[in-house]
């Protein structure tokens, strides 16, 4: 993250810097996805007003990602747009590959899926996210940031809040 921080200085960050339960990954992974992913993209669609996004969904990385669609507006004033929606893993990194495009180092370790290291695993076979949450009931799952509403019930900067979406 540093790294393409300084690599494009026009880059904010939004975190939540909230003490939070001990290992709360491992009592409540939803809880603790929450606090620390959703709420902080909550508040860079306020901060910045954002309007549209575009994101790397891929209708093909694993069982939750099947019936998105190229277009969508799930909260209503902020429009989602998945120009890779039907990329396949081998097109990503021939893309990739073709631009030389930076990628994280875990890539080069076997990583398939990144997100936080107590939630991330090497995985194997056609679901590409199998390694994410491996061993609770979001294995393969959503951290919540495309499932849950980002323009309602907005929390105060800095606070930590349970699931409300
Ligand atoms: S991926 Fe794991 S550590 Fe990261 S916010 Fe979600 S539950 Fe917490």
Not at 59 to 85: A, F, H, S, Y
């Amino acid at each position: 993250m540093k790294e393409e921080v300084a690599r494009y200085p026009e880059l904010r960050v939004f975190r939540n810097d909230a003490p939070q339960p001990e290992a709360l990954y491992s009592t409540d992974p939803d809880l603790c996805c929450y606090n620390l992913k959703v709420l902080p993209v909550r508040w860079a669609v306020e901060e910045m007003e954002v309007g549209c996004w575009v994101t790397g969904l891929r209708c093909t990385e694993g069982r939750t990602r099947t019936d998105l669609e190229e277009i969508e507006e799930r909260d209503e004033g902020l429009i989602k747009l998945n120009p890779i929606l039907l990329w396949h893993e081998r097109e990503v990194w021939q893309y990739l590959a073709l631009h030389s495009v930076p990628v994280n180092p875990l890539y080069a370790q076997g990583y398939r899926s990144l997100g936080c290291a107590p939630c991330t695993r090497i995985s194997n076979g056609p679901d590409e996210r199998a390694g994410r949450w491996v061993g609770t009931s979001k294995c393969g799952g959503e951290c919540g940031i495309h499932t849950r509403p980002l323009k309602q019930g907005l929390q105060f900067r800095g606070e930590s809040a349970g699931p409300t979406g």
